[in-house]
């Protein structure tokens, strides 16, 4: 790697002197820009999931392989890794006047996740970070989590560690104090969409498909919008434009970012979340929580569980419907639209 270009490296788990899950360390340490694959047996399904949590790879395949599944995988993730290095997307970030960047003491809480340290190790380090602290308990007390407490190892114990992550890396997104009053309602409405986004999403696998949501996609709901937040974060006066357009007219709203910025908030969004060091599967959740049908796309059923989740929390919020909505989605996941509709008018979300 020292001497030639690597795209891709695709490694077992099972290797003298060095493991997968070590090598992979060491390349993503090195060279952050490769893609990095598994290929093992499910004995090692453990140290799988650990590696996809903490995004030491993008991918995994467990033996005995089938050879297609493998290269058009392989394929997918190229594609991917192309759309998120087009000349457009580099150009709009290296204009950015402001990059929003983890602080030391946030990306010492997040090397404290991913070393597995003791919860309450954490939750003393969050309490000392009054920025996360302050927004992590107005989550655990809001109506999606409805948890009354001052506690911030109760509010982390209960919100989870992956959720935690998440909140840590938007939390740079969310200083309001950068905006005035009228502004600052947009940012919050944004927010409020995103935590009924997450918490609609964890009901669909929880209730609907009766299964355990991955756990390097826990917070899939929180985070699918976060390149709306960066552009509305460097762009404000001309994102809210876009948005009263939209209202007025039925030209799609991806279309008029694409005119306005020659990207797509789910470029810039899935940009960020690679920078970031996120899962590649809340990478995936960024780029095409829109396009959810995309043959590129990995993740399929989470891709199109967040498209479900974020279009009705709309919904639910009484806000306007700006990108279109395909209802056969539902079919793609295999939940019945009038099972699902009928559910949630049987909660309170808001």
């Known amino acids: 790697m020292r001497s030639h270009t690597v795209d891709l490296v695709l490694s077992d788990m099972r290797m003298p002197f060095m493991d997968g899950y070590e090598f992979l360390s060491q390349v993503k340490a090195d ?16 140290t799988i999931f650990k590696a996809i949590l903490h995004n030491i790879a993008q991918l995994y395949l467990f033996k005995p392989w089938n050879n297609d599944e493998l290269l058009r995988s392989i394929e997918q993730l190229l594609d991917t890794a192309d759309l998120l290095s087009s000349k457009d997307l580099l150009i709009l970030f290296n204009n950015l006047e402001s990059l929003p960047a983890l ?14 340290e003791d919860i309450q190790v954490i939750a003393d380090a969050i309490e000392k970070d009054p920025c996360i602290s302050s927004r992590l308990l107005h989550v655990a007390n809001s109506a999606f989590y409805g948890l009354h407490t001052g506690s911030v190892k109760q509010a982390t114990l209960s919100i989870g560690l992956p959720n935690i992550r998440s909140l840590i890396c938007s939390t740079s997104m969310l200083n309001t104090s950068e905006f005035n009053e009228e502004d600052r309602i947009w940012v919050e409405r944004l927010w409020k969409h995103s935590l009924l986004t997450s918490k609609l999403l964890h009901f669909i696998y929880d209730e609907l498909l009766k299964k355990q949501m991955p756990e390097a996609a826990y917070s899939a709901g929180i985070l699918h919008n976060i390149g709306l937040f960066l552009l509305l974060h460097n762009y404000f006066e001309p994102f ?45 959740v960024a780029l095409y929580h829109h396009r959810p049908l995309d043959q590129n796309i990995i993740n399929t059923e989470l891709v199109a569980c967040v498209n479900i989740a974020q279009h009705y929390a709309w919904l639910l919020m009484k806000e306007p419907i700006l990108i279109e909505f395909s209802p056969e989605l539902f079919d793609h996941v295999g939940i019945k639209i009038e099972e699902f509709e009928a559910a949630i008018k049987n909660n309170t979300w808001i």
């Open 31 to 46: 060279y952050p820009s490769i893609i990095r694959v598994i290929l093992s047996g499910y004995s090692d399904e453990k």
């Open 103 to 116: 602080p030391s003491c946030h990306q010492e809480i997040l090397e404290m996740i991913e070393r597995d």
């Open 240 to 284: 809210l434009k876009l948005m009263d357009q939209t209202q007025k007219s039925p030209k799609c709203f991806l279309q008029r970012e694409r005119e306005e910025f020659n990207v797509t908030h789910q470029e810039v969004g899935a940009y960020l979340a690679r920078w970031w060091g996120l899962p590649f599967p809340l990478v995936e």
